[in-house]
Structures are given as structure tokens and as C-alpha cells.
């Protein structure tokens, strides 16, 4: 009977791993294909209800064909005037790519710009080349750099498209190796075991490409977006958190090894039964928050929800069943070659841990005054953290062509050219809109879009369009003003009906609509995490102060971010979506330490007390959640390697908040505030009452 009991216990463990080798062989290929059903085009992310949304989508019915603009500019190698033969070369270069491979239509002749110093043309290519327009690029390239004595610059929304699809390309296999190598190096150093970190980096990967497998059939049937910015984040979010799962498990797995003498399965059992209540719940704060983002006005914000849940569902799956599998099988064998051996509550296994105690013990109101102070001082920084949005010119943090084609089109052209404001008007109206658009501070001009060969207005729907050129940039403060005044005035011509939108209304929209997402979704997360808290801890008073010092400690790393990003990065603003992100991450993940802690306090809380349980939770518990912390800043922290400002300015937020909350808020003021205010922290559970 017991031989058959014990070969039954074996066998489950054996069918698990079996299961997931297979979904490991099978899905794993899915982490490498998602490029295949991502976008990069940024129309498809901006507000759905927005003026300039609605432009976009009236300016179909003003579109013969569907076409993606490059913006061919000259320039003189000396810096002098374009001469005439020059112009005629240009103008036959452009004329000559029409039929060619991608090239929509008849290219525009070459045109001078007032100070005679340059010229600039367009060609129209189909937008959708994918992966071929670098490609046509290249084929533009070679047929308009003959012009003798010139040099030649590709702008415009087609040379953007192909410098993102450049720094999103090799996405998976960088980033996840980066992000793979970074864990292995430290859990090696951490843990001194060969078999463990290998084990927990396997459960991540087959989690990743189970979550993979799933996001890339939603995304094929349409039922969720993806884009280079939710892949990546997708990846770093499973491998960080399936990792700090396992290692919670691990740990616990670990010191029930050693409580039992190395029993195997019992370990296990009484590992699972005191891991899975805190994993779930630190696994349901961070998939509500992220669904959360399905509040959200932005498409890219709504994508980001259900992609990133659906692959923390997966971390949570690998964590309590592949993991648990493989450590049963190997036993003491996955933490060779050091050995799990009983401690008196953690002072041996943990000594830091005990001297850290011991001094939250002595002088709990020191501990967090000073941690209070140093974050709030910290956090007086956030208030100048700049979120309007990233100029042009620093979207890529490395040198990106388009973005110096675009500065030599700046220097010679009105700042909005080829990047026009776009104004859809009733037709009866046309003359009246254009004039009174011509007329406000900042358009240099305004014209009315004509049928190609007709010259006349082109009319579809009763609505005319009309192009508004700005004299500055269309990503300056300036350009957004304009169009801010340009709404202003045109919306008051009678019976015209105007809509203003183009590229900087759209930046403009986005930037109101992330406002308002983070003064609805803040609070919404917020919420969330407090009734996760409550029902996981039984009391109110101590789920209030975790999500306020939560919350301070995303204040204070929005603080320093402010600085870094504009004294060491030499970042001007960030996207206006960072701050919301960084939130959702930063309060979903920094909560889970704190469920850790807490849920491990609370358990020896009921055996000894609410101040020898506070101490032995935080020596138990204080290796394992920094580990894990480490672990997910540097996880984060690879997102750097995508040289795009956004996804760096998260990889540093959410990096440096992890570290900020793991090694002060979690680790000092929580535990002091705890101390200080002793049993009532759990009011109104009856633990209060514990003596």
C-alpha cells in the first residue's frame, strides 16, 4: 500500500513534466513568431474618440489609394543654392520611380524651398510593404542620389516606420536573451545552486512561449493588438514574474526540506499550501491592474491589458505546477551543492536578514522616519517630471536617419512640412475655412486638397479637405498651440463643421487622453490592490498603509526619474503614457513584495505575535524578496536594449522602483510602521487581540 502511495506520488510530478516538455516543444517556436501578427503603425494607437481620430478617419473618403509618404530632401554638399540643373535632375530622379516596386502613383516634381538651398519631393509607397519597405527605401535612395553636387535625405512617415521596424527587429531573440542571461547570472550568485536557477529559467521560458502561443492566436483573430512595444513588454513581464513566483516557492520548498529531513512530498504539500495563497494574490493584483489599462481611451494602453494578464496567468500556471514537479523529482538535489537544513526561525540560513530585524526591533520610529524622509524628499522631484511627450528627435536613442532627414527638412522648409495639420470642412464652407485657417498665428499655409489632374477641390461626402503647413515643427509646444487655436477659430466659422487633426493634433489628443486615463485607472488600480489586500490579510488599517507606502514609493522613483532622465539621459519629456505604465507595474509588482512579507507575517503572527511574528516574517522572507527584486529590476531593466526612448524610460522606472521598494520601502519602512503601531495594525481582525 505504501509502495503503491509513494509510486503514485512520483508518477504525477513525472505527467506534469511531461505536459510542459510538451508545451515547451510545441508553443515554444510562438515566443519568435509574434512580429509576425504585430504592428508598428502608430495611427492604429490613438484615442477612439478624439477630433483628430475622426479626421483620420474621414481623410479615407479624400484618399484615392491608401499610401505611405516618403519625403525626399536635397541638400547642397557646401551649403549654398540649389542651381536649376540641379532642380531638373531632382525632378526627373522622382519621375522616374514611377511604376517601380511599392511606389504608388507619379512622384511630385522637386520643389526649392525659399531660401534656395534645398529641394524636397515626394513618393508615395504602399503602406503595406511590411517587412520589403526598407527595401523601397533603399530603391528611392539609389534613384534620387545621382543629382551632382547634392546630398539626399529620406523623411516622413514611410523612413519613421522603417527606423521603428529597424530597432524592433530581432526583438525576440535579444531581448529574451538578454533578460535570460541577466536572471541566470544573478540567480547563480545568489543562490550557489546549479540545478535551481536552471529550473526556475526553464518554468519562465515555457511560460513565455504558453503566453506567446495564446496572445499570437487572439492576435490573428483580432481579438487583441499587438505592436514592438506590448512584445516586448510581454516578454520581460512573464520571465520577471514567473521567476519571483519560483523563487517564493522555492524558498518555502526549502525550509520545509529541511524542517522534514528531506521528505519530498509532504515538503512540497505544506510549500504549495503556505505559497499559493500569496502567489495568486500577488498574480491577481498585477492581471486586474493591467486589465485596468482596458479603461483606457488608447488603443495601445487597452492592447497592453489583456496581453500582459494573459501572460502573468501563464507565469502563475508554470510556477505552481512545472516548478513543483521538477523539485519533488530532484529533492535535495536541485539546491546542490548546498544543503537544506533546519534553522532556528532563519538567524543561520539569513544573518543580514536577522541584523535587519534586529534594528527594526530596537528603533522602529528612527527606521521609518528617516525612510519617510528620503521619499518623500524624493518625491517633491515628481511634480517636474515633463509628460507631454517625446520630441521627434528623441524618440530614438540612437542616431536614426529619418530623424536627421527631418532636421535638414526643418532647417529649410516651414516646420510642419510634410507633416501638415489636416482640416475636414463642409464643402459650402471651403473658402471661408481655408482663409480663416491662413489667418492664425503659426500656419504658414493653407491649402484645399484637389482631385490628382483636376485642380479643383476634391469633394466626397459634401466635405472638403484642407492642408494646413505650421510654421513649427509638428512636435513642438508651438506646433501644438497652433493647432489648439487653429480648433479654437475654425470651430467657430458658421456652418463649416470643421475638424482639425494630422500628426500634431493626433499627439496633441493623446497626450489629453493620457491625462485622463491616469486620473481614472490610478484610482481604479488602487482600489483593486486595497480589496486584494484586505481579503489576503483580514484587516483594513494594515492594506491602507501598504497601498500608501506603495504609492510614495512610486512618487519618489517618479522624483529621481525626473532628474535622471533630464540631467544624465538627456531626456527633454517623457511619453505621455510612461507615468501610467510605470504606475501600473511599479504598484501591481511592488505589492507583490509586500504580500510576501505580510501574508508571512501574518503566519507567524498567529503562533507568536504580532512583534516576534513581524521578525521572523522579515528574516524568513527578506533573502528570497530581494533575490526576486533584483532579479525583476534587471529583467526590466533589458528593455534598454531597444533603442527606443519609451521603452527605455520604463526599463528605468520600473527598475529603479522595483530596487527603491524592495530595499527600503518593503524592507524598512513597512516593517518600522508595522513595529511602531504593534497588534492594531490588524484592526479589525482579531489578531489585534493577540497577545
Known sequence: MFTSVRSASRLLPLLVLVVWLAVGGGLGPYAGKLGEVATNDQAAFLPRGAESTQVLKAQEAFRQEETLPALVVWTTDGGGRVDPAARESASR???SLKGAEGVVGTPSPALPSEDGEALRGIVQLRPDLGEELPVALDEVEAAVSAVPGTEVWLAGPAATQADLGDAFSGIDGLLLVVALVTVLVILLLVYRSVLLPLLIILGAVFALGLACAVVYVLADHDVVRVDGQVQGILSILVIGAATDYALLLAAR???????RDGDRV???RAALRQSFGPIVASAATVVLGLLALLLSDLTNNRALGPVGAVGIVCAVLSSVTFLPAALVLLGRAAYWPTRPKATAD??????????????????????????????????????SLD????????????????????????????????TPAVVIADADAAEKVRTAAAAVEGVDSATLFAAPG???????????????TLTDAADSDAARDTVVALRGTLHAVPGADALVGGSTAQKYDTQVTAERDRNLIVPVVLAIVLVILVGLLRSLLLP?????????GFLATLGVSALVFEHVFGFTGTDSAVPLYGFVFLVALGVDYNIFLMSRVREETELYGTREGLRRGLVATGGVITSAGVVLAATFAALGVIPLAFLVQIAFIV????????????SLLVPALVRDIGPTVWWPGALRHRP
Open 266 to 268: 509532504p515538503a512540497m
Open 253 to 259: 520548498y526549502r525550509e520545509e526540506l529541511g524542517a
Open 346 to 383: 532563519g538567524e543561520a540560513a539569513h544573518p543580514v536578514w536577522h541584523r535587519v530585524a534586529g534594528l527594526v526591533d530596537r528603533a522602529p520610529r528612527k527606521v521609518w522616519a528617516g525612510s519617510l524622509a528620503a521619499l518623500v524628499a524624493c518625491a517633491a522631484f515628481s511634480f
Open 454 to 468: 483636376s485642380g479643383r477641390p476634391l469633394v466626397a461626402d459634401g466635405r472638403v479637405r484642407i492642408d494646413v
Open 387 to 418: 509628460s507631454k511627450g517625446v520630441p521627434f528627435d528623441e524618440i530614438f536613442v540612437k542616431d536614426a536617419p529619418s530623424v536627421a532627414a527631418q532636421e535638414r527638412l526643418s532647417e529649410h522648409f516651414p516646420g510642419g512640412a510634410g
Open 655 to 666: 527598475a529603479f522602483g522595483v530596487l527603491l521598494d524592495t530595499l527600503v520601502v518593503r
Open 93 to 95: 530622379a522622382l519621375a
Open 544 to 552: 491602507v498603509l501598504l497601498v500608501a507606502t506603495v504609492a510614495l
